[in-house]
């Protein structure tokens, strides 16, 4: 009878390799995840050999373990055989790890074949034993041995898989060693369930089977075999932890070198690296977007490639400079500066360079930014901020800056600079008869001619309205004359617009720095009396700047004061010129002109300061005491008389442009008491040729009953299309015209204006007659009323009650 025991240290062992090889195969399989080609293959192969090896080794140390009263031997080529289907089984094991196949089914094939293979490997290991006695094995527990065999398949799959699923998770070493536990005791269980099955009978016969390739004695191989297995797996081991060691520093590498791609290659700045040759090694693609290189066609080609040429050798000079003295400005300032793109265009650019040296080696990075926007966008807000949206031209913020600049740098090379002033001629008239768009064509047209005149150094800005300014940097008297005399010419030149042909002219002022100032606010004011003092001098001419010039700045600021005391100090007064009917010679109104009695230069004439007080905006206050004071006086006149008398009250365009003017002719009405058909206002041609704001306004006039008059008809523009427009009721006729009746042209113009205004029912009156011919000619003309010298000059309304009362058609009748 054969017996059989166990070693139980072997049998210890064995469980120990079994569980030592599960733990080292779940470690490899983690590898499997992170692992990518050829080195994925190596752990895949290394995964097959030690788990195959483990588990042989389990294995054929347990046989080892069981000790038989019999002599027992073991066939090498059959346990090499055994080997052969371990390491199969656990390379399909790791093959399907490393597939990635989780379906049912896979994990499913998968177990049989491995499962197949161990079951093979320890049978055919048993069957390797050389021994006199057979094997008779217990079917059900043979049985078991293969499902166990294939559920520890399974078992041992699932692992592999979770744990290269889970490599990452916190808690993996705790649950790879248990897990190991579990996958060694089942591989362990499967074995000895086999051991189990097996019924050993002696054959009694001394006959041993015949050796292939000799025996080998077991008892120290099983301790060879587990240290050598330990050892084999403790290398497998150490090489995992020294992989994943060398892969966590590489994927901490890696990760920073990919932060440092994506960021570099992915920056919104273009980022280049060149050599100390200043020849590029990397270009990003922010470089390659902003100057049209791609990262093939510029690595290689030197930095100078994407600069102006005209930059080129500073550039050059200042990185030669660094390399040859270690000494440089350049690292880490930001400047600003010209780009060339790949098509030839230039950009604005803002350039930031960094020195970088490795031992001996020299590089240069360069971050770069396209600022063409935003220099666009700075040119836009410049072009809000300093120039004149009608004309594109300086406005008074850049030239008051330039002309500051200016000055300080002639003062440094003492040498002359010019203001001059430049004011339109009449261009009011144009602007108001023919419209603003005719009058901002005229203002840029006059803006180019201008230009053309003058060289690059010299800056024109518009000052505002028709004006414009000019500086002159270093000049001399003459060359600013021969200036002023080229835009003269230029500014006479015929205008055209919308089929109308307009000749202006311009009027200049121009002082000179050092001498006729050092300050800017200085010479431009000097420049704009100079302006005003060639008006006086006819208009269309220049006038240099003299010192007694400061004398009319004196008097003009005295005069202003002046003007604002007159009312208080009541200093103003009416004189009335009586309008007499042609036909009769009685008297049917009288127009009301002020006078300015000043206390130290006595009587002050209306063309002197009514202009200064339109300027001022006194106009409005002055105007409403002077309609209030003619209103009262004719309704005293009109008490005397026992009768109606007109009053006619000259109004200025800012009065009639009063919000609330009609109410102020209402009040005035009312508190005098006047009839509304007593009053006449006179309006000049420049009221009524905005007839969106003059219609409404006088139609609410007409509606009270105030009379309206047309005054000096005939000197402006467009003067037809007022007498249909609007609701007139008179008709002045300009002195110039009755001065010239001798004239056949102003005979005829007279003429027509008389012919016209009678169709109409338009009231006329003549200004200006002197003479008795002048007289008879109007009567022949069917003209219906005058005034002037004839009659009566302008007298106080003392003087005017004498005349009143001694009105008894004493004119002889024409």
Same mark, same amino acid.
């Given at each position: 009878?054969?017996?059989?025991?166990?070693?139980?240290?072997?049998?210890?062992?064995?469980?120990?390799?079994?569980?030592?090889?599960?733990?080292?195969?779940?470690?490899?399989?983690?590898?499997?995840?992170?692992?990518?080609?050829?080195?994925?293959?190596?752990?895949?192969?290394?995964?097959?050999?030690?788990?195959?090896?483990?588990?042989?080794?389990?294995?054929?140390?347990?046989?080892?373990?069981?000790?038989?009263?019999?002599?027992?031997?073991?066939?090498?080529?059959?346990?090499?055989?055994?080997?052969?289907?371990?390491?199969?089984?656990?390379?399909?094991?790791?093959?399907?790890?490393?597939?990635?196949?989780?379906?049912?089914?896979?994990?499913?094939?998968?177990? !049989?074949?491995?499962?197949?293979?161990?079951?093979?490997?320890?049978?055919?290991?048993?069957?390797?034993?050389?021994?006199?006695?057979?094997?008779?094995?217990?079917? !059900?527990?043979?049985?078991?041995?293969?499902?166990?065999?294939?559920?520890?398949?399974?078992?041992?799959?699932?692992?592999? +898989?979770?744990?290269?699923?889970?490599?990452?998770?916190?808690?993996?070493?705790?649950?790879?060693?248990?897990?190991?536990?579990?996958?060694?005791?089942?591989?362990?269980?499967?074995?000895?369930?086999?051991?189990?099955?097996?019924?050993?009978?002696?054959?009694?016969?001394?006959?041993?089977?015949?050796?292939?390739?000799?025996?080998?004695?077991?008892?120290?191989?099983?301790?060879?075999?587990? *240290?050598?297995?330990?050892?084999?797996?403790?290398?497998?081991?150490?090489?995992?932890?020294?992989?994943?060691?060398?892969?966590?520093?590489?994927?901490?590498?890696?990760?920073?070198?990919?932060?440092?791609?994506?960021?570099?290659?992915?920056? &919104?700045?273009?980022?280049?690296?060149?050599?100390?040759?200043?020849?590029?090694?990397?270009?990003?693609?922010?470089?390659?977007?902003?100057?049209?290189?791609?990262?093939?066609?510029?690595?290689?080609? *030197?930095?100078?490639? /994407?600069?102006?040429?005209?930059?080129?050798?500073?550039?050059?000079?200042?990185?030669?400079?660094?390399?040859?003295?270690?000494?440089?400005?350049?690292?880490?300032?930001?400047?600003?500066?010209?780009?060339?793109?790949?098509?030839?265009?230039?950009?604005?650019?803002?350039?930031?360079?960094?020195?970088?040296?490795?031992?001996?080696?020299?590089?240069?990075?360069?971050?770069?930014?396209?600022?063409?926007?935003?220099?666009?966008?700075?040119?836009?807000?410049?072009?809000?901020?300093? @120039?004149?949206?009608?004309?594109?031209?300086?406005?008074?913020?850049?030239?008051?800056?330039?002309?500051?600049?200016?000055?300080?740098?002639?003062?440094?090379?003492?040498?002359?600079?010019?203001?001059? +002033?430049?004011?339109?001629?009449?261009?009011?008239?144009?602007?108001?008869?023919?419209?603003?768009?005719?009058?901002?064509?005229?203002?840029? *047209?006059?803006?180019? @001619?201008?230009?053309?005149?003058?060289?690059?150094?010299?800056?024109?800005?518009?000052?505002?309205?028709?004006?414009?300014?000019?500086?002159?940097?270093?000049? &001399?008297?003459?060359?600013?004359?021969?200036?002023?005399?080229?835009?003269?010419?230029?500014?006479?030149?015929? +205008? !055209?617009?919308?089929?109308?042909?307009?000749?202006?002219?311009?009027?200049?002022?121009?002082?000179?720095?050092?001498?006729?100032?050092?300050?800017?606010?200085?010479?431009?004011?000097?420049?704009?009396?100079?302006?005003? @003092?060639?008006?006086?001098?006819?208009?269309?001419?220049?006038?240099?700047?003299?010192?007694?010039?400061?004398?009319?700045?004196?008097?003009?600021?005295?005069?202003?004061?002046?003007?604002?005391?007159?009312? /208080?100090?009541?200093?103003?007064?009416?004189?009335?010129?009586?309008?007499?009917?042609?036909?009769?010679?009685?008297?049917?109104?009288?127009?009301?002109?002020?006078?300015?009695?000043?206390?130290?230069?006595?009587?002050?004439?209306?063309?002197?300061?009514?202009?200064?007080?339109?300027?001022?905006?006194?106009?409005?206050?002055?105007?409403?005491?002077?309609?209030?004071?003619?209103?009262?006086?004719?309704?005293?006149?009109?008490?005397?008389?026992?009768?109606?008398?007109?009053?006619?009250?000259?109004?200025?365009?800012?009065?009639?442009?009063?919000?609330?003017?009609?109410?102020?002719?209402?009040?005035?009405?009312?508190?005098?008491?006047?009839?509304?058909?007593?009053?006449?206002?006179?309006?000049?041609? &420049?009221?009524?040729?905005?007839?969106?704001?003059?219609?409404?306004?006088?139609?609410?006039?007409?509606?009270?009953?105030?009379?309206?008059?047309?005054?000096?008809?005939?000197?402006?523009?467009?003067?037809?299309?007022?007498?249909?427009?609007?609701?007139?009721?008179?008709?002045?006729?300009?002195?110039?015209?009755?001065?010239?009746?001798?004239?056949?042209?102003?005979?005829?113009?007279?003429?027509?204006?008389?012919?016209?205004?009678?169709?109409?029912?338009?009231?006329?009156?003549?200004?200006?007659?002197?003479?008795?011919?002048?007289?008879?000619?109007?009567?022949?003309?069917?003209?219906?009323?005058?005034?002037?010298?004839?009659?009566?000059?302008?007298?106080?309304?003392?003087?005017?009650?004498?005349?009143?009362?001694?009105?008894?058609?004493?004119?002889?009748?024409?």
């Amino acid at each position: 009878m054969i017996t059989a025991e166990y070693n139980v240290p072997l049998v210890m062992l064995s469980v120990a390799i079994a569980i030592f090889s599960s733990y080292t195969a779940l470690s490899l399989a983690s590898r499997l995840q992170s692992a990518k080609g050829k080195l994925r293959r190596v752990w895949l192969s290394a995964g097959a050999f030690s788990l195959g090896f483990g588990i042989w080794s389990m294995h054929f140390i347990a046989m080892l373990a069981f000790h038989l009263s019999i002599e027992v031997s073991y066939n090498i080529l059959l346990v090499a055989l055994s080997i052969i289907l371990a390491v199969l089984a656990s390379g399909i094991a790791f093959y399907i790890v490393s597939k990635g196949l989780t379906k049912r089914r896979h994990m499913l094939i998968g177990a !049989f074949f491995i499962g197949s293979g161990i079951v093979s490997m320890h049978y055919i290991g048993m069957d390797a034993m050389q021994m006199e006695a057979t094997i008779v094995y217990n079917q !059900f527990l043979l049985i078991t041995s293969f499902v166990i065999a294939f559920l520890t398949s399974w078992v041992a799959l699932y692992l592999l +898989f979770y744990f290269q699923k889970d490599s990452t998770r916190l808690s993996l070493r705790v649950r790879k060693v248990i897990s190991s536990i579990i996958m060694g005791v089942a591989i362990s269980g499967m074995h000895y369930t086999g051991m189990a099955a097996a019924d050993f009978s002696s054959t009694h016969q001394h006959h041993m089977m015949p050796e292939m390739g000799g025996t080998i004695n077991s008892t120290i191989m099983a301790y060879a075999v587990g *240290v050598g297995m330990t050892f084999i797996l403790g290398i497998v081991l150490s090489s995992i932890y020294f992989d994943r060691r060398l892969q966590m520093k590489s994927s901490e590498l890696e990760f920073i070198d990919n932060i440092y791609q994506n960021f570099v290659m992915h920056a &919104s700045d273009a980022v280049i690296l060149t050599d100390k040759n200043d020849r590029i090694i990397s270009w990003n693609l922010a470089a390659e977007t902003i100057f049209g290189y791609t990262v093939e066609e510029a690595v290689g080609l *030197v930095i100078e490639t /994407i600069i102006p040429e005209r930059y080129r050798e500073e550039h050059r000079e200042k990185v030669t400079s660094y390399l040859h003295t270690g000494h440089t400005n350049m690292n880490g300032k930001t400047v600003e500066l010209l780009g060339l793109k790949k098509d030839g265009t230039e950009l604005s650019i803002e350039l930031s360079i960094s020195i970088l040296k490795r031992e001996d080696e020299t590089y240069f990075s360069r971050i770069i930014r396209d600022i063409s926007e935003r220099k666009k966008a700075e040119e836009q807000i410049n072009e809000l901020v300093y @120039r004149d949206p009608l004309t594109e031209l300086p406005n008074r913020r850049l030239f008051n800056n330039y002309l500051s600049k200016s000055i300080e740098q002639t003062s440094i090379d003492g040498q002359m600079l010019a203001v001059m +002033f430049i004011d339109l001629d009449r261009f009011k008239n144009i602007n108001d008869s023919l419209g603003h768009a005719t009058g901002d064509s005229l203002l840029k *047209v006059v803006a180019r @001619r201008m230009e053309a005149c003058i060289g690059r150094k010299d800056m024109l800005a518009r000052q505002g309205g028709d004006e414009y300014i000019l500086i002159f940097p270093r000049t &001399s008297h003459k060359e600013v004359a021969n200036t002023a005399q080229a835009i003269l010419k230029s500014i006479n030149q015929p +205008f !055209f617009h919308e089929q109308n042909e307009l000749i202006i002219s311009g009027s200049i002022g121009i002082s000179m720095y050092p001498e006729d100032g050092l300050e800017a606010e200085t010479l431009v004011k000097h420049a704009d009396l100079s302006m005003y @003092r060639a008006k006086e001098l006819g208009k269309n001419n220049y006038q240099f700047f003299t010192k007694d010039m400061n004398e009319i700045i004196a008097n003009k600021m005295n005069l202003e004061l002046g003007l604002r005391k007159a009312l /208080i100090n009541e200093e103003f007064e009416l004189y009335y010129q009586p309008q007499v009917d042609v036909g009769t010679g009685k008297i049917k109104g009288m127009e009301a002109l002020i006078r300015w009695q000043h206390p130290e230069h006595g009587l002050v004439p209306p063309n002197q300061f009514i202009p200064l007080a339109e300027e001022t905006g006194l106009i409005i206050p002055i105007g409403k005491w002077v309609m209030q004071t003619a209103c009262e006086q004719a309704k005293k006149w009109e008490i005397m008389l026992h009768r109606p008398l007109r009053v006619s009250v000259n109004i200025s365009a800012l009065q009639f442009q009063q919000i609330d003017f009609t109410e102020v002719v209402k009040e005035v009405l009312e508190t005098t008491r006047l009839p509304a058909s007593s009053l006449e206002l006179e309006l000049t041609e &420049s009221i009524v040729q905005d007839p969106e704001h003059a219609l409404p306004v006088m139609n609410q006039l007409k509606e009270m009953g105030v009379l309206l008059s047309l005054d000096d008809f005939g000197t402006g523009y467009s003067s037809l299309s007022y007498l249909r427009s609007f609701p007139l009721d008179t008709l002045k006729i300009d002195k110039l015209f009755i001065d010239n009746m001798n004239d056949v042209k102003d005979d005829a113009i007279v003429r027509t204006i008389i012919s016209m205004a009678n169709s109409l029912e338009l009231n006329v009156i003549a200004e200006g007659v002197e003479t008795v011919d002048q007289l008879t000619s109007l009567a022949g003309k069917a003209c219906d009323e005058y005034q002037g010298y004839l009659f009566s000059k302008p007298v106080p309304h003392q003087d005017l009650e004498k005349i009143l009362q001694a009105n008894t058609s004493t004119m002889p009748v024409i």
